[in-house]
């Protein structure tokens, strides 16, 4: 059969699975949750040629599936980034496999986004079905939601057909069953971070937009990151280096890698191709030194992170450590000072205070967020430099 025919869909519909029965759908499911690591288009590739390789073994798809799901983590990356499957399977299977990886690798490399990146990126003209949207009530207050044909949006003040939005220009007023007046808009990245589900407590766009000026984020950087948490952090480096640069990131929690693929691709509607994550603990992260631009950190125990993110730092390169409390800010500074490997140190916070602007009142807000976390930047010297920054003495 050829490929092109044989092609997996990653989309299997409810209950059902291109393998069959209830037992191989839960080994599916495993597998789109690997998947989830990888760009769809990839896996699906991956999945055709590997089943394609294992019939040719005479292996069913369902004994090479689970052969695949029950590998251990270290093994299961080795296999699908490298190509080295481990000895329990098959020689022929390993050469092939490993062929085709190369193959692959080759493609990857290729920093040209794909048509439909660009569309996710540039949405402009009439709302479409299955988009998110933004809804602004007369007091300001934000609603972001789906589009689904045939569906309603529904809230305090009324409700709103979706497919009386569907179609719409961003900007218009709609009127709700009870007639309040709605805003409908695209939501911005910042929108969506605020209402995006959540399990760790994720960086605010306050602090992540001051993260991405002072960290000097740029198109095609290439950066490390940990923890990826609910991936809210993630997002926004995404923007920044955009798709021709290269994210990579450290996560402990396997659970919190799933919630943080879905947040990324509910955003994007796809899963981009330069963002690699990798279910491990940073501080037995194998990096390559020297390699990353910049490293971001948000971990409870920044010094858990800082020795591999200051292997990876190129000399010029920045670290940022971001963390809600004194003594982990104290720890990092500590830690950077006695590496003797950073320079322009900077600690800092950001306060963000609104005001209200309405007739004569022209004053600030009365509240305010106060304290979400301290942000610390630094500069990796050259190996073998000797300072020692006066500022703080
Ligand atoms: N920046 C994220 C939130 C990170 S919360 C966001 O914006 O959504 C901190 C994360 O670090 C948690 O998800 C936690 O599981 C992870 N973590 C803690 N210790 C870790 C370690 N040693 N290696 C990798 N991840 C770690």
């Not at 519909?13 to 393998?19: A, K, L």
């Not at 759908?25 to 690591?37: F, H, I, M, P, Q």
């Not at 794909?114 to 569309?119: F, I, K």
Request: charged letters at 20%; aromatic letters at 8%; proline letters at 7%.
């Amino acid at each position: 059969m050829k490929d092109q025919e044989r092609r997996l869909t990653l989309e299997p519909t409810e209950g059902s699975s291109p393998v069959g029965t209830a037992d191989e759908a839960v080994v599916w499911k495993e597998l789109l949750y690997e998947a989830g690591r990888r760009s769809r288009v990839e896996v699906e590739i991956f999945l055709t040629a590997f089943l394609g390789a294992c019939q040719a073994q005479g292996w069913s798809d369902l004994t090479a599936l689970r052969r695949l799901v029950g590998l251990e983590d270290p093994d299961l990356y080795r296999a699908i980034l490298t190509g080295n499957l481990p000895e329990s399977f098959p020689e022929a299977l390993r050469t092939a496999w490993s062929a085709f990886v190369r193959r692959w690798s080759a493609r990857r490399d290729d920093p040209t986004p794909s048509a439909s990146d660009l569309a996710a990126l540039q949405r402009t003209g009439p709302l479409q079905a299955g988009e998110w949207v933004l809804l602004i009530d007369a007091k300001g207050r934000h609603y972001l939601t789906r589009l689904e044909p045939g569906q309603n949006f529904t809230f305090h003040l009324g409700s709103v057909p979706m497919d009386a939005i569907i179609g719409q220009t961003e900007g218009t007023a709609l009127r709700s069953s009870k007639g309040h007046v709605l805003l409908v808009f695209r939501p911005t990245l910042r929108d969506y971070l605020l209402h995006m589900p959540r399990h760790a407590q994720v960086v605010y766009p306050k602090d992540s937009a001051i993260m991405a000026m002072w960290g000097d984020l740029y198109p095609g950087a290439r950066v490390l990151e940990s923890g990826l948490g609910s991936g809210a952090l993630a997002m926004v480096i995404l923007r920044a280096i955009g798709p021709t640069g290269r994210l990579v990131s450290y996560e402990i929690r396997a659970d919190f890698i799933r919630r943080a693929v879905r947040n990324i691709e509910r955003w994007l509607g796809y899963i981009p191709e330069n963002h690699e994550i990798h279910n491990e603990d940073i501080a037995r992260a194998q990096v390559e030194p020297g390699s990353f631009d910049r490293a971001f950190l948000d971990l409870p125990t920044p010094t858990d992170g800082l020795p591999v993110a200051t292997g990876a730092l190129r000399p010029g390169g920045i670290l940022v450590s971001i963390s809600p409390t004194v003594p982990q800010v104290q720890e990092t500074v500590e830690w950077l000072r006695a590496s003797n490997l950073y320079g322009s140190i900077e600690v800092l916070e950001v306060l963000v205070r609104p005001w209200n602007v309405k007739g004569h009142s022209v004053r600030p807000a009365h509240f305010m967020v106060a304290h979400t976390a301290f942000i610390v930047v630094a500069r990796r010297l050259r190996p073998g430099q000797s300072f020692v920054d006066d500022v703080y003495i």
